[in-house]
């Protein structure tokens, strides 16, 4: 799972929306899972943040800044939290500070986008 994950953020990151629901990570992915099971929605945000863990210690961007809320343009408390753990600050004050996120994302998309990144990484 955590493979076909990492594969579609990075897919993301390099197409045209920028930006994907956890709903649709799940249709496009082929996970299979339901978020109304609150076990199941569990599981893919510590896979989604186990992905960010291993590519910050990596290096390499946030892929979860591209994982947003259905309807919404900004990310739950788990994304900021991780940046907390990940030594970005205080998650609240992350969560307030709406440059933040969007550096997060331009960083992602900038990377991956990057034709010698994308080969090296993928």
Avoid at 25 to 43: D, F, M, P, V
Avoid at 86 to 92: F, H, I, M, R, S
Wanted: aromatic share 10%.
């Amino acid at each position: 799972m955590n493979t076909r994950i990492r594969k579609k953020l990075i897919q993301v990151a390099r197409g045209r929306a920028h930006l994907m629901s956890f709903q649709n990570l799940i249709l496009e992915a082929e996970l299979g899972l339901n978020l109304e099971n609150t076990y199941e929605k569990s599981q893919l945000n510590d896979v989604i943040d186990e992905i960010s863990e291993a590519e910050h210690a990596a290096g390499r961007p946030l892929l979860s800044s591209l994982v947003r809320i259905k309807g919404r343009q900004n990310q739950g408390d788990s994304f900021f939290k991780l940046c907390e753990r990940l030594g970005y600050g205080d998650w609240k004050s992350l969560k307030r500070d709406q440059e933040f996120l969007e550096k997060q994302r331009e960083t992602c998309r900038e990377f991956w986008q990057n034709s010698n990144n994308f080969s090296s990484y993928l």
